[in-house]
C-alpha cells in the first residue's frame, strides 16, 4: 500500500480475493460458444492469451528465485521477506484488467468482424509508435510519478519492494495501471484506427512488454556482454535486469520504460549502471556453509515450493480449489520433474548471521519413497548430493523429511560408513526433534499415550520419559516389545503400550474430548477431531536476524521451521566437528542442540489452546 494512498488506489474486485477469476467466466463461456458455433474464433484468442500470460509471468518468478537462489550473476544480495510476497500476491490483476478492456474492444468495437493473422506495415507501425511515443510518454509519465505527491499516494506502494522480482512490474495501484494501459495502448489503438492492425501485432506487443518487464526486475544479470560489442547502438535501445535495478535503490535515476535512450538524453542515467552491470555478471554460485535436503511431498507441493507460487508458498501447505482445476498440468508437470531430474537442486537460500544456508530438493513424492524399487535411486541421488557438497567445501549436510529413513540409509549412517574420510558433516537432527516434543509436554503430566512408528525420536523420547517416571502408554503389544529391547529394567516397569505410524480414525475417536495430539513424526497427523487439540511437528520459530524468509516450510506456519532442519543449522552455527547421524548415535547429548538453539535465538513453539 502507498504511505498516503489516493483515489482509484485499490483495485475494484479487491473483496474477491481468490474470487475475482469469476470476472473472467462470462468472458470464457462466451469465447468457448462463439467457437463451437462457429461464429467468432478470435474471443477464444483472448482466453488463450490470458493464460499464456500468467504462465509466461509463472515461468520468469521460477527462474528468477532459482537463479538468485545459486547467486550466479545476481545484482543485489539483500532479502525478501513476506511482507513483500503479501504486497505482490495481486500481480494478476492487470492481466485480468487488459483481457476484460480486449474483450469489450473486441465485442463493442470490432464486433464479429475479423483482424488479418499478419501484417508487416502494422507490425513496423507498432514497433515505431513503441519507440517513440509510448517510451517518451512514459519516461514523463514515470518521472512525474516520482513527485511527492504523486509518489506518496501511488508510486511508493511499486518502490516498497527494494529487491525486485518478475511480478513486481506489474504491481501498481489500480490509478497507475489505467496510465499505463493508456500509454501502452498507443501502438494497437493507432494501428486499429489505420486499418493495420493483425492477430500476431497484439501476440507479439503484449508478449514483448511482458517479456521486457519481467526481465527488467527480475534480480539477476542475463544480457550477455557480446550483444553490446556486437551491437553498440543497443545500449540506448534495450535496458537491461542491472540498469533498472538501480531505478529502484536510487529512485531518482534510469526511469525509462525499456530503452535507457530517453535517461541519456535528459541526463538521468545512473552513473553506475555500467559499473553494476559488469559486477552482476561477474557474481559465481554461492558457497553455502550449510545444506537442508527436503523432497516433495504432495503432488500439489511442486507449487508450494519458493520456485512455484510465490503467494502459495508463503502460507502452510493447504489444498486450493484452483489446484483441482489444475490436475492434469500438475500430473504432467509432476512426471517430468521426477523422470527426468537425476540430481537435487538449490530452491531456497537463507541467511542466518553469517551463515548461508541453502535448501536443496531431492525431486521424488512421498510416494516414491514407500517403493522398493526407488530406494537404491534415491539413495544414490542423496549421496551424489553429499559428494558434491563436500567437494563445494559446504560444512554441513542436514537431511529432512524421509531423506534420513531408517530403512532407507539408517538415518544417514550408511553414507558416514561408505565415506568414512567426509569432512562435511551428516546431520538427521533427531536429537533436537525428541527435545522439542519433550519440552511440548505440559508440566505435572502423569500419562503419555504414544502412537506413531518407532523411529529414533520416537526411542528418545520414551527413554526420557520413563526415566522420568511419566508413564507410557502404548496400544499394540508389539510394539510394548520393540521397545522393551532398548529400555533398561528401571524404566520398563513404566512402560505400557506404544503404537507405530498412520494414526486411525477409529483410533482417534478413542482419545478423551480435550485430548492433546502432540506429533514426534515428520508429517502430521489428519486433523479429524474439532474437540481436540493438535500441535505441530517438531519445530522452533526462528529469529529475527533470519534473512530472505519468504515462504513456508511445508505445513508450517510462518517463520516456523522444523526441528530436524534447525538442527542443521545450529550443527553448522556451533561449528561442531562430529556427525549427528546413525540409530547407533546417543541421543544423550540432546540438551546441548537444545541450549545451543535457544542461545542462537531459535524459539519453542507455544502449546495450541483448546477453543470449545
Known amino acids: 500500500m502507498a504511505s498516503r494512498p489516493g483515489f482509484l488506489t485499490d483495485w475494484p474486485w ?9 470476472l473472467l467466466a462470462p468472458l470464457v463461456i462466451d469465447s468457448i460458444y462463439s467457437y463451437a458455433t462457429m461464429r467468432d474464433h478470435e474471443k477464444l484468442l483472448i482466453v488463450a492469451m490470458t493464460v499464456w500470460r500468467i504462465v509466461h509471468s509463472q515461468v520468469w518468478i521460477s527462474l528468477s528465485r ?43 468495437v470490432l464486433g464479429t468482424n475479423t483482424l488479418p493473422f499478419w501484417r508487416t506495415d502494422g507490425l513496423i507501425l507498432v514497433a515505431l509508435l513503441h519507440a517513440g511515443p509510448v517510451e517518451f510518454i512514459y519516461y514523463w509519465f514515470h518521472r512525474a510519478l516520482h513527485h511527492h505527491f504523486l509518489y506518496s499516494r501511488y508510486h511508493s506502494h511499486h518502490h516498497s519492494s527494494i529487491v525486485t522480482e518478475p511480478i513486481t512490474s506489474v504491481v501498481h495501484p489500480f490509478a497507475e495501471h489505467i496510465g499505463y494501459t493508456l500509454i501502452l495502448g498507443i501502438p494497437l489503438i493507432t494501428t486499429l484506427l489505420c486499418g493495420t492492425i493483425s492477430v500476431v501485432s497484439i501476440i507479439v506487443y503484449i508478449t514483448y512488454v511482458d517479456f521486457m518487464n519481467n526481465m527488467g526486475h527480475c534480480n ?20 537491461t535486469p542491472s540498469f533498472h535495478s538501480l531505478h529502484h535503490t536510487q529512485f531518482r535515476t534510469n526511469y525509462s520504460l525499456f530503452m535507457p535512450m530517453y535517461d541519456y538524453i535528459y541526463g ?79 530452491f531456497e537460500r537463507n541467511r542466518f548471521r553469517d551463515l548461508t544456508l541453502h535448501t536443496h530438493l531431492l525431486p521424488k513424492f512421498s510416494s516414491h519413497y514407500m517403493s522398493p524399487q526407488q530406494k537404491e535411486y534415491i539413495n544414490k541421488m542423496i549421496e551424489s548430493a553429499i559428494l558434491e557438497a563436500e567437494k563445494k567445501g559446504v560444512k554441513v549436510m542436514s537431511l529432512g523429511l524421509l531423506n534420513q529413513g531408517e530403512e532407507l540409509n539408517g538415518y544417514g549412517e550408511m553414507y558416514v560408513r561408505k565415506h568414512p574420510k567426509l569432512k562435511i558433516k551428516i546431520v538427521d537432527g533427531n536429537s533436537l526433534a525428541a527435545k522439542v516434543v519433550l519440552h511440548s509436554i505440559p508440566v505435572g503430566t502423569k500419562e503419555v499415550l504414544f502412537r506413531g512408528q ?5 526411542r528418545a523420547i520414551v527413554f526420557s520419559l520413563c526415566q522420568n517416571a511419566i508413564k507410557v502408554m502404548v496400544l499394540r503389544k508389539e510394539e510394548h516389545s520393540m521397545l522393551a529391547e532398548f529400555l533398561d529394567d528401571s524404566c520398563k516397569e ?45 519445530a522452533m520459530i526462528i529469529p529475527h536476524s533470519a534473512q530472505n524468509i519468504d515462504s513456508c516450510e511445508n505445513w508450517l506456519e510462518r517463520r516456523v521451521m522444523s526441528a530436524w532442519r534447525v538442527g542443521g543449522i545450529v550443527h553448522s552455527l556451533e561449528g561442531w566437528e562430529e556427525h549427528e547421524c546413525g540409530l547407533d548415535n546417543s541421543i544423550l547429548n540432546s540438551h546441548r542442540v537444545w541450549e545451543a538453539a535457544l542461545l542462537n535465538g531459535f524459539q519453542p513453539l507455544p502449546l495450541p489452546s483448546f477453543e470449545t
Not at 454 to 458: D, G, L, Q, S
Request: aromatic share 14%; with cysteine.
Open 494 to 538: 513404566n512402560l505400557i503400550w506404544l503404537v507405530g505410524d498412520g494414526l486411525s480414525t477409529k483410533e482417534q475417536k478413542m482419545a478423551k474430548e480435550g485430548t492433546l495430539f502432540l506429533p514426534f513424526s515428520q508429517f502430521p497427523p489428519t486433523n479429524l477431531r474439532k474437540d481436540c487439540v493438535y500441535h505441530t511437528t517438531p
Open 268 to 346: 538521468t542515467t545512473d552513473e553506475c549502471s555500467d559499473s553494476l552491470y559488469e559486477t552482476s555478471l561477474e557474481k559465481e554460485e554461492d558457497k553455502p556453509d550449510a545444506i537442508h535436503l527436503t523432497h516433495l511431498t504432495s503432488v500439489d507441493s511442486i507449487y508450494h515450493l519458493r520456485l512455484g507460487f510465490a503467494s502459495f508458498s508463503s502460507h502452510p501447505l493447504s489444498s486450493r480449489f484452483y489446484l483441482f482445476l489444475m490436475k492434469p498440468f500438475t500430473l504432467i508437470l509432476s512426471f517430468i520433474l521426477t523422470s527426468f531430474s537425476s540430481r537435487t537442486f538449490v
Open 454 to 458: 518407532i523411529t529414533k525420536v520416537a
Open 66 to 108: 532459482y537463479q538468485t537462489a545459486k547467486g550466479t550473476k545476481r545484482i543485489l544480495n539483500k532479502s525478501i521477506e513476506f511482507d513483500q510476497v503479501d504486497r505482490e500476491r495481486t500481480w494478476d490483476d492487470q492481466v485480468i484488467f487488459n483481457s476484460l478492456i480486449v474483450y469489450l474492444t473486441k465485442v463493442y
Open 14 to 22: 479487491t473483496p474477491l480475493g481468490s474470487f475475482k477469476y469469476l
Open 220 to 239: 539477476f544479470e542475463l544480457i550477455p556482454r557480446f550483444l553490446f560489442s556486437l551491437l553498440p547502438p543497443l545500449k540506448f535501445l534495450c535496458y
